[in-house]
């Protein structure tokens, strides 16, 4: 029997033009690519929060508390943002990526 993998979520929605400071308090200002910043608003299960940005990963903020978004929301908000293309994706942050090292041959 296949072993059936179970999504954390039923429902997810990202709104760039949302306004994250009216679920969570502002960030200090991001000193790295790694450091949250915030940018429109996530509902995941009927739980709205700020859009939690930084290098390598997206959150929920709500209140002073951001939680990283696991593997399942993470992998949903990017086929939003890249394949649904919602507005105000003009504006939202966008990071380097780093060329991945390979060592040596096979």
């Known amino acids: 029997m296949a072993r ?3 999504k954390t979520h039923t429902t997810l929605t990202v709104d760039l033009l ?8 502002a ?5 790295s690519d790694h450091d949250w910043r915030l940018h429109g608003t996530v509902t995941i299960d009927g739980v ?3 859009m939690a940005w930084r290098g390598g990963g997206y959150g929920i903020a709500i209140g002073q508390v951001v939680r990283e978004l ?10 939003v943002l890249e394949i649904d293309r919602p507005p105000g994706i003009e504006d939202a942050p966008r990071f380097k990526i780093e ?4 060592p040596g041959r096979w």
């Open 18 to 25: 949302g306004d994250p400071l009216a679920y969570a308090h």
């Open 27 to 31: 960030l200090p200002p991001p000193a």
């Open 48 to 50: 709205t929060g700020g």
């Open 4 to 6: 059936r993998v179970r």
């Open 70 to 79: 696991n593997l399942w929301e993470r992998g949903d908000v990017h086929r």
């Open 99 to 102: 060329p991945m090292s390979i």
